[in-house]
């Protein structure tokens, strides 16, 4: 499959690599290091008000799998079912996936991603969302388009005022502190809109408190949430698409990277404007390549070249691994991606909704190889999806290679800072493509979404404050107050960017990388409702492989239950 639209794919592009130790603060993602480190199980009454940092409200909610079962119970028997099997998965739920490099390095430190969570995105999204939906969105598209003109200026018409717009967000320490800052001077710098933030603790919390709300009420106007639930989010018809502000402000999208507005962006209508942004990318340790005889300054850019480089590492002696290999979805399907190859169907859904899964084809095939090669050869150790020990394998010497979501890349420099790994010289760089022929990556990250049940005053603020944050001058503060990407390219020439990046440029890779990806349905990213539960298939398929399943087997009965997956979400809802 050629690019899209007829675009000519980059042919010679010069490698990034940078590997100077910079001091800049915490970020994360998805994939990231917040959502990881959820607080999980809090003794905290049902739907209780509790302080967040900086004294915004959080909402949390304990045993989330009962809530769910008697919401869908008492709205929709159908879906009670659901709902009920899905509490029934969380308490046989454990953790199952090999986690050699906490084994050797003797650190005990667990820091959870999907696991629970993820489970409990498909079960708020799938079940209770379907059942909140009036109607099915139709069998052979994915998304409506906006059928009513957007309210602009309808909060400096507003008889009373500031209009007061809600934001839940699940951003926390340098994150939401940046955050609070760009929220301050968005209410300074007018009087028509005050917008107040609310600290929902985690994407899936966010996620469960909002399903909840559509039928309780308490909805807020405007939504963060990760890219994988952008299906659930047209399917939850509770959302009113950036693309009815966009055409009634003739807002100009031209200066934004194209990766992050296409990914948002499904059938022609764009549903949430991207906000946090990053990818994944490389790290690695200087100094270990550099005794294994390796050229640091020219990190593997294959998948063949890092096994080689592995080797190297090995045979040398340098560590007892080559690197750490995370048995998560997100790195397999930014490989098909690297390798032009999709994985849905409807064009990554982009054309149409979804019925089933493409990456059992050549590509997945043969990436479900590598993995076994690479373990069997003990030239990887595997770790688990749900942990960081892939980085303690580099701050252990057990594997000095790893991939991890960029915007991890502050939280590790802090860490490094302190002087506990003196021994560390980081390297990062970008992810070593499937191939030589180096299609892109897919943006990471989450996006903003405006809610349909808000009052037209509210919706325009919330418009104002999404355009506020997603100007350059803010763009540049983002990035440089957390690490993750500028998703404008007018803010990459303004000092804040050009600074960061002249001083520590390993922050810029990350960015390039995005920026590089000629736009295509690989590049633009899979949308389908039940992605986080297809992930986790995908991870358990990538464990087998650690503990001896055949590829072939793994790869069938991975399709076989993913399809499963895909069908039963389809039919909940009606499509």
């Not at 052979?140 to 909060?155: E, L, Q, Y």
């Amino acid at each position: 499959m050629g690019p899209a639209g007829g675009e000519d794919r980059p042919t010679s592009q010069p490698r990034r690599c940078w590997a100077r130790p910079p001091t800049h603060g915490a970020a994360c993602d998805r994939g990231d290091l917040e959502e990881r480190s959820t607080r999980q199980g809090a003794d905290i009454p049902a739907c209780s008000p509790g302080i967040g940092v900086a004294g915004e409200q959080e909402l949390r909610f304990p045993h989330l799998e009962g809530m769910l079962a008697r919401f869908a119970r008492e709205n929709n028997p159908g879906a009670w079912a659901i709902a009920a099997s899905f509490e029934e998965q969380m308490l046989r739920k454990e953790g199952t996936v090999t986690e050699a490099s906490r084994a050797e390095s003797g650190s005990g430190a667990r820091l959870d991603r999907r696991g629970f969570l993820g489970l409990l995105s498909v079960a708020a999204g799938g079940a209770v969302l379907g059942a909140c939906s009036s109607g099915s969105s139709g069998s052979s598209g994915s998304t409506s388009s906006p059928t009513t003109a957007f309210p602009i200026g309808a909060a400096a018409k507003a008889s009373s005022k500031p209009t007061t717009v809600t934001m839940w967000h699940s951003m926390s320490y340098n994150n939401q502190t940046t955050l609070q800052k760009l929220t301050g001077a968005f209410n300074a710098s007018q009087g028509d809109v005050h917008v107040n933030l609310v600290n929902q603790n985690s994407y899936t919390d966010t996620l469960t408190l909002f399903t909840a709300a559509l039928s309780s009420g308490g909805l807020p106007d405007l939504l963060q949430m990760e890219t994988v639930d952008l299906q659930l989010m047209i399917d939850s018809r509770s959302v009113v698409p950036a693309q009815a502000a966009i055409d009634a402000a003739h807002y100009d999208l031209s200066d934004f990277l194209p990766s992050t507005i296409n990914f948002f962006k499904v059938q022609g209508t764009q549903w949430a404007m991207p906000f946090n942004i990053s990818s994944n990318v490389l790290y690695f340790d200087q100094n270990a390549l550099t005794r294994a005889g390796l050229d640091p300054a020219n990190p593997p850019a294959t998948l063949a070249e890092l096994k080689a480089a592995c080797q190297k590492i090995v045979s040398s002696g340098t560590a007892k691994y080559g690197m750490s290999l995370k048995l998560d979805s997100a790195y397999f399907e930014q490989w098909l991606t690297l390798a032009d190859a999709l994985i849905v169907n409807e064009e990554n859904g982009r054309t149409g909704r979804a019925t089933k899964v493409v990456f059992d084809g050549a590509v997945g095939t043969s990436l479900f190889e590598w993995y076994a090669d690479m373990l069997d050869s003990k030239l990887a150790q595997p770790t688990s999806a749900t942990t960081y020990d892939n980085l303690l394998g580099i701050a252990n010497g057990i594997a000095p290679i790893c991939l991890e979501t960029s915007a991890a890349l502050g939280t590790i420099q802090t860490l490094l800072s302190g002087g506990q790994y003196a021994n560390i010289k980081l390297g990062v760089a970008e992810t070593p493509s499937t191939t030589a022929d180096r299609n892109g990556v897919f943006p990471g990250g989450a996006g903003l979404y405006m809610v349909s049940k808000s009052s037209p005053a509210q919706q325009d603020g919330a418009w104002q404050y999404i355009t506020y944050l997603d100007q350059p001058a803010q763009q540049a503060q983002w990035a440089v107050g957390t690490g993750y990407i500028p998703i404008r390219k007018a803010a990459t020439a303004l000092p804040a960017i050009t600074q960061l990046w002249a001083g520590q440029p390993e922050f810029e890779v990350s960015y390039r990388q995005l920026a590089e990806s000629p736009q295509n349905p690989a590049t633009a990213g899979a949308v389908y409702g039940p992605q986080s539960q297809v992930e986790q298939a995908i991870d358990s398929a990538l464990t087998s492989i650690s503990t001896g399943t055949s590829t072939t087997s793994a790869m069938s009965q991975l399709t076989s239950t993913a399809n499963g997956i895909i069908s039963s979400y389809n039919t909940r809802i009606g499509a």
